[in-house]
């Protein structure tokens, strides 16, 4: 007997698509990156929008990101020694003196570990009724330039608060991101020497509180001394 064999035969269809011109591959990919940066837009807007806002900055204060030549080594170095001196505050009850700051080594009453433009400075303490202000000014300003003193800001003054105490001689921030524990500390600077204005008048003078981003974050605000 005869056999027979059936053979499945697909029909393959071939299709050729032919290439974008110059000028299509270029409008494709325009229209894609129009697509990402309006899908961008849409978020930083959504973000903004839903997010709370900072607390403005008032005219007496200024970012730490304007600081230049060596103000920003002065600065970090009173925003670290509040914790110190806040230590010493608490055990003793008392607030340190300058003598007594610069016998535990602590930069910048005690100056070993500073640049030569700011070993010059002269510290005196005024403390008040729950709080003290440490009061420094350039005594080498008018020296040589060329041996590097030029600290840009002459005169700072580093304020620690009490807020549990009676009074508060300025503003203080508040909030999420502001210092509201117990104790606060501020750092003030004047761009020349000068004398040390008294507790209530450093705005009135012209002083400059000095804030960072995270001391202005979503939810603080400047609250009027008392």
């Not at 839903?50 to 103000?71: C, H, I, M, V």
């Not at 008040?128 to 330039?145: L, T």
Request: overall charge positive; hydrophobic content about 40%; charged content about 25%.
């Amino acid at each position: 007997m005869a056999s027979s064999t059936y053979r499945n035969v697909e029909h393959v269809r071939v299709v050729t698509v032919s290439p974008l011109s110059a000028r299509q591959e270029a409008l494709t990919l325009v229209l894609i990156i129009a697509i990402i940066l309006g899908l961008m837009g849409l978020r930083f807007y959504l973000v903004r929008k839903n997010s709370p806002k900072g607390t403005q900055l008032q005219a007496y204060q200024e970012k730490d990101l304007f600081l230049r030549n060596q103000a920003p080594i002065m600065y970090r170095s009173l925003c670290s020694v509040a914790g110190d001196i806040l230590d010493i505050y608490q055990e003793e009850g008392s607030w340190p003196t300058v003598e007594r700051l610069e016998e535990e080594a602590l930069p910048p009453f005690a100056k070993d570990f500073l640049p030569p433009g700011l070993k010059g400075y002269v510290w005196k303490r005024y403390p008040g009724k729950g709080w003290v202000d440490y009061f420094g000014i350039n005594a080498d300003v008018g020296r040589d330039s060329k041996k590097g003193f030029d600290p840009l800001k002459d005169s700072f003054v580093l304020r620690i608060i009490d807020l549990n105490g009676p009074k508060r001689p300025g503003p203080v921030l508040v909030g999420p991101k502001g210092q509201d524990g117990r104790f606060c500390w501020q750092v003030w600077i004047y761009p020349s020497p000068r004398d040390y204005p008294g507790a209530q008048n450093l705005i009135k003078s012209g002083w400059k509180w000095i804030v960072n981003a995270t001391e202005m974050g979503a939810g603080t605000e400047v609250v009027a001394p008392r």
